[in-house]
């Protein structure tokens, strides 16, 4: 059973949301919190859910401090953020703070409970398909071509080190790497931190983030 905290100060959204979630995933139990303050209560006192949806503004929070205090007090619970405001540069900035999914409230219902079903299972989700679409490949420049400094540590991965990357860029999990590249998911695991450490970052998010704002 997953148990997912919707925290929304707009009534209408926030029931609207559970209402959909507990309809179309059987395993799923919704907790509903109308500001940041009743959602840290929730979370003090528990248990922790599997997912939180936060809205960026709402009492108790503005922008992405309601993010960074969560992040800091429970990092172990993934935080994707629901949100109107779903413009790239607000998206990039949710990533790099960390957290995993942004979710337009603009979405379609088929669409916001797949993203949800995606985050629930381990995978980034971010609701412009130009992130995935334009997610860089390994680059192959011509010899004399000037090399960002991106690009001269993709080279520097391994051939399989570069794969297990073009994957994360469009958002697997682990289990679903391991699949694609017929191993063990703990191999995948170790080739997921070599990567993350020779980018600098610490989250997969991060890392996304990190080529997304390359094709700004």
């Known amino acids: 059973m997953y148990l997912i ?26 907790r509903l919190s109308v500001d940041f303050p009743s959602l840290w209560q929730q979370l003090a006192e528990g248990p922790e859910p599997d997912l939180i949806l936060l809205d960026l503004q709402m009492p108790g929070c503005q922008g992405f401090d309601g993010l960074q205090r969560l992040q800091a007090a429970f990092p172990q619970v993934p935080v994707a953020i629901l949100s109107a405001n779903d413009d790239k540069p607000t998206m990039l900035a949710a990533m790099t703070h960390g957290a995993i999914g942004f979710i337009s409230k603009a979405s379609e219902r088929t669409q916001l409970v797949q993203a949800v079903q995606q985050l629930l299972q381990g995978e980034v989700y971010l609701s412009a398909a130009q992130f995935r679409s334009d997610s ?25 080190q570069q794969r297990v990357l073009q994957w994360l ?28 450490e020779k980018f600098a970052v610490k989250r997969r998010a991060e890392l996304l983030a990190l080529f997304a704002s390359t094709t700004d």
């Open 5 to 30: 905290d919707i925290a929304d100060d707009h009534p209408l959204v926030r029931e609207a949301i559970g209402q959909l979630l507990q309809q179309q995933l059987n395993n799923c139990q919704v």
């Open 136 to 160: 860089p490949k390994t680059p192959t420049p011509p010899l004399l071509e000037t090399v960002s400094p991106l690009e001269w540590k993709v080279r520097a991965l391994t051939t399989q």
């Open 169 to 196: 860029l469009k958002g697997l999990s682990n289990k679903a790497i391991a699949r694609e590249l017929h191993c063990a998911e703990t191999t995948v695991k170790s080739h997921v931190s070599v990567v993350l």
